[in-house]
């Protein structure tokens, strides 16, 4: 099974960006659809932004829509380049693989996870 570690989560100031990485183990990367996911102290994990396994199709939730963009290599690697940061998306983050050909916003249609980055946006 896949195996996947984030990286790039920090501490950031409202209007900020960062950019997070997330690193898998498989030589069969290339056929995984890939999502990022986040959690806040005492919600449900909640989906941000997924991409299939090509890159043709991306998926994002509302409130990152226009400020957030996923992307992807066909080697190891997906990004979550986060722009314009505001408070509410203070967030454990977490990368997903699934083997879906569509991209899904559900965590159940999600195989594998890593163990997550912490990003905190300060007002």
């Known amino acids: 099974q896949v195996q996947l570690v984030e990286s790039g989560g920090g501490l950031v100031q409202a209007g900020d960006s960062l950019r997070l990485s997330c690193a898998a183990s498989e030589r069969t990367f290339g056929t995984y659809g890939m999502g990022w996911f986040r959690q806040a102290p005492g919600k449900e994990r909640e989906f941000v932004a997924g991409i299939n396994w090509s890159g043709s199709s991306t998926n994002y939730a509302g409130p990152v829509e226009g400020r957030f963009t996923i992307s992807r290599d066909n080697a190891n690697t997906v990004w979550l380049q986060m722009n314009s940061l505001k408070p509410e998306d203070t967030a454990v983050y977490y990368c997903?693989?699934?083997?879906?050909?569509?991209?899904?916003?559900?965590?159940?249609?999600?195989?594998?996870w890593g163990q997550g980055t912490q990003v905190t946006v300060s007002s």
């Open positions: 997903a693989a699934s083997s879906g050909a569509l991209v899904s916003v559900f965590p159940r249609s999600y195989s594998a």
